[in-house]
């Protein structure tokens, strides 16, 4: 045992240096392509945390400021250029891949993760033809490299797109209860979000919904996907009360839906043990738009 | 020490490559299962005044701050002008700067609750709000779910190679150990083993701990000489590693290929086997070894029709009834209980081959499980830990009289009469007593297994009232037990011990071949257990003397007196009139003991050998 142990040691402090560095030279080769993704990566992680940040502070209790505010909170974010800038830089490092990286990043079952990335940054900067476009093609030309995060968010892509649709239109609206706003709530704020039916299956929620069975119950996208369905209620909440001067009753459907949401939202952060934080995000979404969170009644 | 300093080169080199690669898909795996932060669509997260008044109008939410209330022992009183603000918007007279006001009395109260609950550390000057980074932080979201990451760790990849490439170095470095010798040629056997079945980089890591032991355990197969002089022990070393190593090596993969387990289950399955198959192997070694010994020619000479020795298919078939585990019986069997069942596999198989190689190896695999699912069905009865010894009697028992006990074992070898049989007694002796009963307790486990083995002796010494006409287990013995557990449940009390009652079942059992007419009805019972109850009916009687239950309650008297009841019944006609005599006979040993008398054995059996007599 000595003797193999003295053999071994000799063996090991032959290694010339050179071919330490040969080892190094050897692994970078080839990286290049996966160094770009990383930094659409990054930049697109710093957009989108920025963003929450701004978009999440009320939610979180700001005090003072946002209180003041009538109007739509991205026509007051100062920071709001910068976000753009970063998803803009998010698409500018995937434009440097060549067709080369590109059959590089195929190989490394990597393309997946570059058309997800892409398609969201698109969807952030409003391109959102564009953004469906690349589902649709990570769909044909990745659908192999498509892992359990990437596949729930292509196919949430759709919903998340009809809830900025609708946002634009309500924060256009004039408040008031008008035979113009009933209709625009009707006809096109109503069916993107929650649907005009509990069948209605064009709507954001259901199409959210979906991607949620997709990801599968206890995977942690559904934090996501989750606040994305509360966000269409609440977008639904905001119409509503513009023009009828309350929100909606507890008769209401979609109501029902959101409170049904906020409850798997619980019930999924005590499946992950989030604690704490869990029971933060809860109380922030129950008490600053009143939806109590209810368990879903099971079939 | 690998002195050709072109091979070493070639060996670094080599190594090298291998180490960069890996370090390679290390990156590319980081860089796919990177987390992402995901921003939330648009949406108008400010509140409003409708919010506010929304959230200060319900009890479940704000109200309490309005009207006042209580928390922790302290009151704390109405906010007066939030209500008031609340009364402004509801009369239509609330300002731009009153519904401001308002919008932020409904932050200031929501992080007020948020405290309250233990959400965030409330600041007294009413200023404090709920921790953002708490909610931002949950939106940095993984690929996978925890668990379910089918990429092997960046240090997984790195060790495992690093590994590989020690494993590499050591079976092309020629002055490492001495490759004629006979440990030299098992260790460099062994490495090799490792190199062409383990993955140490990209493999799952639970399968490493299985694929070890088979790679030890072929190594042991091809060394056998290594561990034992014996020419007889080097021989079932080696025949009993290979043919556990083949198997463990099959369920292994079949494991791996199963697409209804998750990545977990599986690798839960596979730590599993390598631990059963260990524990398989060590019984086999220790009692295989005996039994060789003592018998190489039976155990060693005997193969099936495959060529593999009896010792070897006896192994399997255990390992495979362990693996396939249908009914839950890992979760009972130790690995002592393992060794009982090897053990009397092994000693019945060696006395009849026949039962492997007519089945195609699979009999004792199936009469095992065909065990199994018969206890299985009677509720909680595999938890008494009875399986082993249950299984030992039934495959002990098995040789004495094959074509009695197993005559479809070609055809269906899991209909085995002392299956049935077992299953028949357990099932009657494991079922709770009825509400009402007088006599409650259960019995324990060695108390069942002592009538269950009665029950398979007597299958053996007299089967003639056990089996019927057509070879199968005839209603005799459910209508006996039942019969008689019946009578003893009804008729005794706590003073009645559980192991007292088996040795009463015992006796009936035992007594059944002295008379057919045992099993005739009287009242709508067999006969026997119409004589227990004549006998035990006025000793538990409550109105008696407390001497009389004082002096044949006892274990050895009331067995005693059973016995001698049975012997003497026997011998005279058995029907409603001797019963009855037995009865009175009881009656008058009774009054004797109440008028001060000791009881005497042996004048009870004269007196009752008098009293059927006339």
């Known amino acids: ?299 | 020490m690998v002195t050709d300093s072109t091979a070493l080169i070639l060996f670094v080199i080599r190594s090298a490559a291998k180490l960069s690669q890996q370090i390679r898909l290390a990156y590319v795996d980081d860089t796919r299962r990177r987390d992402l932060i995901l921003p939330l669509p648009n949406f108008f997260s400010s509140t409003n005044v409708i919010d506010a008044v929304d959230y200060f109008t319900y009890e479940d939410f704000g109200l309490r701050f309005v009207t006042g209330y209580e928390w922790k022992g302290r009151k704390y009183p109405p906010d007066l002008r939030l209500k008031e603000l609340l009364d402004q918007q509801q009369a239509g007279t609330l300002d731009a700067q009153g519904e401001a006001e308002l919008v932020d009395l409904h932050t200031k109260y929501r992080n007020v609750a948020c405290a309250e609950d233990g959400g965030l550390s409330w600041q007294a000057d009413g200023g404090g709000k709920a921790d953002p980074e708490q909610i931002y932080a949950l939106l940095s979201i993984q690929q996978w779910q925890r668990g379910t990451d089918p990429t092997p760790s960046t240090l997984h990849r790195i060790s495992g190679t690093i590994i590989e490439i020690g494993i590499d170095y050591a079976l092309t470095s020629p002055d490492l150990f001495d490759r004629n010798s006979k440990k030299g040629k098992a260790v460099a056997g062994f490495l090799s083993g490792l190199d062409t079945t383990i993955d140490f980089k990209e493999g799952d890591l639970s399968e490493i701990p299985g694929r070890l032991f088979v790679a030890m355990l072929e190594t042991t197969a091809d060394n056998s000489a290594l561990l034992s002089g014996d020419p007889k022990i080097q021989d079932f070393v080696n025949v009993t590693t290979r043919s556990i190593s083949k198997d463990i090596a099959a369920w292994l993969d079949r494991i791996d290929a199963d697409p209804d387990l998750a990545a977990d289950e599986k690798s839960e399955a596979r730590l599993c086997a390598k631990d059963w198959a260990e524990m398989v192997f060590r019984g086999m070694l220790s009692s295989g070894g005996r039994l060789v010994l003592t018998n190489p020619a039976r155990f060693m000479g005997v193969k099936d029709p495959a060529g593999q020795v009896l010792i070897a298919s006896v192994g399997t078939s255990m390992l495979d009834f362990i693996l396939e585990d249908s009914r839950g019986v890992r979760n009972v069997v130790s690995a002592e209980g393992l060794e009982t069942i090897l053990q009397a596999a092994l000693k019945t198989t060696g006395e009849h081959p026949e039962i492997l190689a007519w089945t195609g190896n699979e009999g004792v695999t199936k009469l095992l499980t065909g065990l199994a699912s018969e206890l299985a069905r009677t509720e909680n009865l595999l938890t008494f830990g009875i399986f082993p010894e249950i299984a030992r009697m039934v495959l002990e028992n098995t040789g004495k009289n094959l074509d009695l006990f197993w005559p479809d074992l070609k055809k269906e070898p899991e209909s085995h009469l002392f299956v049935v049989a077992a299953r028949t007694t357990l099932e009657i002796l494991s079922s709770p007593a009825e509400a009402g009963m007088q006599w409650q307790p259960g019995f324990g486990r060695e108390d069942i297994l002592s009538v269950t083995q009665c029950v398979l002796d007597e299958l053996v010494s007299n089967p003639g009232w056990l089996v019927n006409e057509a070879g199968q287990l005839s209603g005799t013995l459910e209508e006996v037990l039942s019969a008689t557990l019946g009578v003893l449940r009804g008729r005794a009390d706590r003073r009645l011990s559980p192991g007292l009652a088996a040795d009463i079942l015992r006796a009936i059992l035992k007594a059944m071949v002295l008379r057919k007419d045992f099993i005739s009805e009287v009242d709508g019972r067999p006969i026997i257990s119409a004589i227990v109850d004549a006998v035990v009916a006025g000793i538990f009687n409550d109105e008696r003397d407390a001497a009389v239950a004082w002096q044949l309650a006892g274990d050895r008297t009331l067995k005693g007196i059973i016995d001698v009841s049975l012997r003497q019944m026997a011998k005279h006609g058995l029907d409603k009139a001797t019963i009855e005599k037995l009865s009175s006979v009881m009656n008058d040993q009774i009054a004797l003991i109440e008028a001060g008398n000791l009881f005497d054995l042996d004048k009870f059996a004269a007196a009752l050998s008098n009293k059927l007599s006339v």
Not at chain 1, 207 to 225: S, T
């Open chain 1, 1 to 299: 045992m000595e003797m193999l142990s003295r053999e071994i040691q000799r063996g090991f402090l032959f290694l010339p240096r050179y071919l330490l560095a040969a080892i190094l030279i050897l692994c970078l080769t080839g990286c290049q392509s996966i160094n770009h993704l990383r930094e659409a990566q990054d930049s697109f992680n710093s957009a989108a945390a920025m963003e929450n940040r701004i978009r999440l502070e009320p939610l979180a209790g700001a005090s003072g400021l946002e209180s003041k505010l009538k109007e739509p909170a991205d026509q007051v974010l100062a920071d709001f250029n910068s976000v753009r800038s970063g998803y803009a830089s998010t698409l500018l490092s995937l434009g440097k891949l060549s067709g080369k990286d590109e059959r590089a990043l195929k190989a490394d079952r990597l393309w997946g993760v570059v058309l997800t990335l892409k398609s969201m940054a698109q969807w952030r900067l409003k391109d959102y033809d564009a953004a469906l476009r690349t589902a649709e093609e990570s769909g044909l030309q990745a659908a192999d490299q498509l892992y359990p995060r990437d596949a729930a968010l292509l196919a949430a892509l759709p919903g998340l797109i009809k809830i900025d649709l609708a946002y634009d239109k309500i924060a256009a609206m004039q408040p008031g209860h008008t035979e113009a706003n009933r209709l625009l709530l009707d006809k096109e704020i109503r069916p993107r979000l929650v649907g005009l039916t509990v069948s209605d299956d064009k709507n954001a929620v259901y199409i959210l919904r979906q991607a949620r069975i997709k990801a599968g119950a206890n995977h942690p996208i559904n934090v996501y996907l989750i606040q994305s369905q509360l966000a269409a209620y609440r977008n639904y909440q905001v119409a509503y009360q513009n023009i009828y001067e309350k929100s909606p009753g507890n008769d209401d459907f979609a109501k029902k839906e959101a409170q049904y949401n906020l409850g798997d939202l619980e019930t999924l952060f005590n499946n992950l043990k989030f604690g704490q934080a869990g029971k933060t995000v809860i109380d922030s979404w129950k008490n600053a738009y009143t939806i109590m969170p209810e368990p879903r009644p099971t079939p």
